[in-house]
């Protein structure tokens, strides 16, 4: 399967791809994209030779131009059949799910639907949780709120720092995308008929 990472920030999601996705059966991490020229994890994709491209804001009239131009940019020149959000800070148009359709997935350092959008380890820690968790979820139109593919927690009640709480939650994210991007090529990965809300996993 050819597989494409979108991120904006230091890609440590990315570089475990790269380590342990990229080569390994038959999947090829084929493109990457960003919305921030200075992000780390830009670097991270050119040192690993991966077609790279910035897309910023400030050169389309809108998002939904912008995601257009990604689109095409992923299916027609690097022939993506998985988009996969690592730490992509915009939220993607309509136009840009329908030329990949349940097709895109994401990261999110929460276990949802409690705690959707940004800044939510140190949201959780505000509301004084006890088990902070991650989820992988296919993307659909509203803020984190596609169908769960996995979720894992992890009781941390001592918590205070959102730092110390991300160095609990990097190594699950990594392990978890690793594996759903594993998964989805191997067709192990459909919604159930009965309530598509419901993402079944058959190893
Ligand atoms: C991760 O915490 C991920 O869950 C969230 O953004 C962060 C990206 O981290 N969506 P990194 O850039 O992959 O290190």
């Given at each position: 399967m050819r597989f494409a990472v979108l991120a904006s920030g230091a890609g440590s999601n990315l570089q475990a791809l790269i380590d342990r996705a990229h080569g390994h059966h038959g999947n090829e991490l084929v493109a990457f994209a960003t919305d921030k020229p200075q992000a780390p994890a830009l670097q991270r994709a050119q040192a690993a030779g991966i077609p790279t491209k910035v897309f910023p804001?400030?050169?389309?009239?809108?998002r939904e131009a912008r995601d257009i131009a990604m689109a095409n940019w992923l299916g027609?020149?690097?022939?993506?059949e998985l988009v996969v959000l690592a730490g992509y800070t915009q939220l993607v148009t309509p136009a840009f799910l329908e030329a990949f359709p349940q097709r895109v997935i994401n990261v999110h350092?929460?276990?949802?639907?409690a705690f959707p959008g940004m800044g939510v380890v140190q949201k959780a820690l505000d509301h004084g949780v006890k088990v902070f968790g991650v989820t992988v979820h296919f993307v659909d139109?509203?803020?984190?709120t596609g169908p769960i593919i996995f979720q894992r927690g992890v009781e941390l009640p001592e918590a205070e720092t959102a730092q110390e709480v991300l160095a609990h939650l990097h190594p699950i994210e990594h392990d978890l995308l690793v594996d759903a991007v594993a998964q989805i090529a191997q067709g192990s990965v459909s919604l159930d008929?009965?309530?598509?809300?419901r993402v079944r996993v058959s190893r």
């Open positions: 804001a400030s050169q389309y009239a809108g027609d020149a690097h022939r993506t350092p929460a276990l949802l639907p139109a509203g803020m984190d008929p009965a309530n598509p809300r």
